[in-house]
Antibody
């Protein structure tokens, strides 16, 4: 059974950093594209980043230069390093597997809440 | 980047058919996928590709794409279908993803 479990969220002051983790089970992350999607309180889904390979990673304009997506195959884990956090980054962050069509997200984790506030 | 536009809210009588639409120039080159999200839960994929349903999704859900628009149709809506629905696709670069703003479906 495919399972994704995110962790690492919490309360952080503006300008701070957090690293989110997404541990996968039931499949190997090296065989899948993977993405981060976030949802601000009461708002819609917002795509954040995707990992196709070590040299093919992409970001939403809103996070480019501040967030970094990475993957550790030995730990079967996807990461999102978030720096220079802003109040508008407050959201539930989901990781998801992405099909080869590079847009369909077939499995989702339960999400981890990041709150950026002083 | 390309934007995807959805109606904010749609309602349907129990057992009737409802269509939820998604519009954007990016859809001219790529299919849309559709996700259902209930309060406090993660999104669930319901339609992808030309008109594919993941295992476990009822066949009352179907998808259609044409030109710059895509639609999700629920034929015989059930009370449990009340949820937010999101479309997504690739942006104009082809490398990034974009989501529609979501449609809140109410089953009356």
């Amino acid at each position: 059974e495919v399972q994704l479990v995110e962790s690492g969220g919490g309360l952080i002051q503006p300008g701070g950093s957090l690293r989110l983790s997404c541990v996968a089970s039931g499949f190997t992350v090296s065989s899948y594209y993977m993405s981060w999607v976030r949802q601000a309180p009461g708002k819609g889904l917002e795509w954040v980043s995707v990992f196709y390979s070590a040299d093919r990673t992409y970001y939403a304009d809103s996070v480019k230069g501040r967030f970094t997506i990475s993957r550790d195959n030995s730990k079967n884990t996807l990461y999102l390093q978030m720096n220079s956090l802003r109040a508008e980054d407050t959201a539930v962050y989901y990781c998801a597997t992405v099909l080869r069509d590079m847009l369909t997200m077939d499995y989702w984790g339960q999400g981890t809440l990041v709150t950026v506030s002083s | 980047s390309s934007e995807l536009t959805q109606d904010p809210a749609v309602s349907v009588a129990l057992g009737q058919t409802v269509r939820i639409t998604c519009q954007g120039d990016g859809l001219r080159g790529y299919y849309a996928s559709w996700y259902q999200q209930k309060p406090g839960q993660a999104p669930v994929l319901v339609i992808f590709g030309q008109n594919n349903r993941p295992s476990g999704i009822p066949d009352r859900f179907s998808g259609f794409s044409s030109g710059s628009s895509a639609s999700l149709t629920i034929t015989g809506a059930q009370a449990e279908d009340e949820a937010d629905y999101y479309c997504n696709s690739r942006d104009s670069s082809g490398n990034r993803v974009v989501f529609g703003g979501g449609t809140k479906l109410t089953v009356l």
